[in-house]
């Protein structure tokens, strides 16, 4: 089992640098599956407005819901994230490695793309995860020891995914 994670205070830049590794290893023909919430540095960030992009395709699903004007809260659509769950967990046969943008509170509970994580770790298909400093002890307990760290820099990570799709390959 082979499970990576970044955790980064800003949780923006955890997101930035998944989402550039997701781009860098579809050029290289890597194939991938999983989720990435990209980010547009130009664009401030919305609160709780939660868009994934699926790999290998980047084919978009908003998993959040609208709230009213002056509502506050996280407006996570546990619907529609388990309707991308199914697609990953779908395209995760072909994959040689799993992309996970973030262990949410879905995840803390059992929910989320846990079953996934679990799938790829049984076929051996290395998994890289976003990790919230806010959930990091609930992953770290998850995990149960067997996750190392990576920086948040996209050459580090993307130095690993692809050895260790070699690896998983071989």
Partial sequence: MDIRYVCSEDERRTDAVLAAVAERAAQQGIAL????????????????????????DGE???????????????RLNPGALEEAVVVVQRRLPGAQA???????KQEAAGRGLV?????????????????????????LDFADGRAERLPAEEAPIFDWLRTGCAASAA
């Avoid at 547009?40 to 609160?47: A, G, L, M, N, T």
């Avoid at 609208?66 to 996280?74: D, K, N, S, T, V």
């Avoid at 799993?98 to 949410?104: C, P, Q, S």
């Fill in 60 to 74: 978009r699903r908003d998993i959040s819901y609208p709230l009213q004007p002056g509502h506050e809260g996280c």
């Fill in 115 to 139: 079953h996934a994580i679990g799938e790829a770790c049984a076929r051996g298909i290395p998994v890289l995860i976003g990790v919230s400093p806010a959930l990091l002890d609930a992953f």
């Fill in 33 to 56: 599956a999983g989720t990435v919430q990209p980010v547009d540095p130009d664009v401030p960030p919305e609160k709780c407005h939660i868009v994934l992009a699926l790999l290998p």
């Fill in 98 to 104: 799993l992309v996970v943008n973030k262990f949410g």
